[in-house]
């Protein structure tokens, strides 16, 4: 699994104070954002979970979980 920003840039811009977005993506069959949501945020609050959805379509293209 490949996480962005690699760990050195991140390093960087966290000693200076700057704010960041770490991200990966995922396909996954088995986990949905929900379950995926209830597993890592429960412990963490305040902690969000946002989904895209296209045209009204039941599934969305993108899920963000802010921690």
Request: proline share 7%; with cysteine; aromatic share 8%.
């Given at each position: ?17 700057e ?12 986990e ?8 890592i ?27």
């Amino acid at each position: 699994m490949q996480i962005e920003p690699q760990a050195p840039a991140f390093a960087k811009r966290y000693a200076r104070g700057e704010a960041q977005v770490v991200w990966t993506t995922l396909v996954s069959d088995l986990e949905t954002p929900v379950s995926a949501f209830l597993k890592i945020a429960t412990a963490r609050p305040p902690c969000f979970l946002l989904e895209s959805v296209e045209g009204g379509a039941v599934r969305g293209r993108y899920s963000i979980i802010g921690l």
